[in-house]
Nanobody, 124 residues
Framework: QVGLVESGGGLVQAGGSLRLSCAAS????????MGWFRQAPGKEREFVAA????????AYAESVKGRFTISRDNAKNTVYLQMNSLKPEDTAVYYC?????????????????WGQGTQVTVSS
């Protein structure tokens, strides 16, 4: 089993920054590609960013490119999402997840383990 726990969400003004963390409970995280998704009220869950297990390959949704950065520290079993220049439309619950296919991609169906989510609210 891989348990994932997100943290770092909160309320921030537009233009501000937040860093989300996703801590994994087991060493299997080290060899897993990971992703961040988000879901706003009344909307479907959408892809935000993904990173390969070694950290050399990343992917981003067009809406966050240039503003968000995904990274990981395998020694700490943790994935991060640095979010800068936040906009009100970034408001959502953010989830981290493990990719079971060994791919850096945006398909939520390829992700098996999910965290409980952390709320990010950006005020205008």
């Amino acid at each position: 089993q891989v348990g994932l726990v997100e943290s770092g969400g909160g309320l921030v003004q537009a233009g501000g920054s937040l860093r989300l963390s996703c801590a994994a409970s087991t060493r299997t995280f080290t060899y897993s590609d990971m992703g961040w998704f988000r879901q706003a009220p009344g909307k479907e869950r959408e892809f935000v960013a993904a990173i390969s297990w070694g950290g050399s390959s990343t992917a981003y949704a067009e809406s966050v490119k240039g503003r968000f950065t995904i990274s990981r520290d395998n020694a700490k079993n943790t994935v991060y999402l640095q979010m800068n220049s936040l906009k009100p439309e970034d408001t959502a619950v953010y989830y981290c997840a493990r990719n079971r296919r060994g791919r850096v991609n945006s398909d939520p169906g390829d992700y098996d383990y999910w965290g409980q989510g952390t709320q990010v609210t950006v005020s205008s």
